[in-house]
């Protein structure tokens, strides 16, 4: 499953596996903590706060503030083709944080802490193999959605 994100994982399961599906859906999924409520993006499999183990999902909206960001121009090993790319941490409205790369809807010399961005799942639809990710975009920016699996 986690193959989509263009990377091998080699770990055999994860609870939180689903998380790629609704990724490739065009969902972005948190967890909340069943025991406790508390919640999470990305995903956990076991609360941060009391380490119980089952949660379930819900939609993020992808809304957030530019934390922080870097070009990358000499790239770790597998993401050599790509360079140089721009990624940066977003501050995620209803908490947690996301990586994403700059999407073509932010010129580079725009880019400063504290703006506004959106989250968007991605799809690379022209690879024989699934690849899935998400960029950061301007704030607004729609995406298309499959029907809801629940």
């Given amino acids: 499953m986690f193959k989509w994100f263009g990377k091998v994982n080699y770990t055999p399961y994860t609870k939180v596996a689903d998380f790629a599906r609704h990724l490739r859906d065009g969902r972005l999924m948190g967890s909340r903590c069943k025991r406790c409520g508390a919640t ?21 909206s992808g809304k957030g503030t530019l934390h922080t960001f870097t070009k990358i121009v000499a790239a770790p090993t597998g993401f050599e083709d790509v360079t140089p790319y721009t990624i940066g941490v977003v501050d995620l409205d209803g908490g947690g944080k996301a990586l994403a790369w700059f999407g073509d809807s932010i010129p580079e010399q725009d880019i400063s802490i504290g703006m506004e961005v959106q989250v968007v799942p ?26 809801q699996p629940w």
Avoid: N
């Fill in 40 to 60: 999470s993006f990305p995903p956990r499999a076991d609360c941060d706060a009391c380490m119980h183990g089952e949660f379930e999902f819900f939609e993020v």
């Fill in 122 to 147: 991605r799809i690379f639809e022209e690879l024989e193999e699934i690849k899935v990710y998400y960029s950061l975009e301007q704030p607004g920016t729609t995406w298309s959605k499959a029907e």
